[in-house]
């Protein structure tokens, strides 16, 4: 079992950035994929951004070149930066843990851009 609890959400004006966090805990972190998914209202919940144990990165289209995804394996979390945020990245964005068939997920954290 993985909890995942994330953090870093809030208000941000369009061009702005912010970099979300996500600290794992109850397993060994280094043995999971970990990702970053978004849902806005109305819409199904996407892929935003995903990292490998092995740190290899890739990113929904929408956000390659803006948005940057990394772990700290010592602090047992996975990061989110995010950059020239536009008010479509406007969106609750969720951790996930990914291993074998089990994936996990964190609550959410409310990312909100103004234009």
């Known amino acids: 079992q993985v909890q995942l609890v994330e953090s870093g959400g809030g208000l941000v004006q369009a061009g702005g950035s912010l970099r979300l966090s996500c600290a794992a805990s109850?397993?060994?972190?280094?043995?999971?994929?970990m990702a970053w998914y978004r849902q806005a209202p109305g819409k199904q919940r996407e892929l935003v951004a995903a990292?490998?144990?092995?740190?290899?990165?890739n990113y929904a289209n929408a956000v390659k070149g803006r948005f940057t995804i990394s772990r700290d394996n010592a602090k047992n979390t996975v990061y989110l930066q995010m950059s020239s945020l536009k008010p479509e990245d406007t969106a609750v964005y969720y951790c996930?843990?990914?291993?074998?068939?089990?994936?996990?997920w964190g609550q959410g954290t409310q990312v909100t851009v103004s234009s």
């Open positions: 109850g397993s060994i972190f280094i043995i999971y994929s």
């Open positions: 990292i490998s144990t092995a740190s290899i990165t």
């Open positions: 996930n843990a990914h291993r074998n068939n089990y994936d996990y």
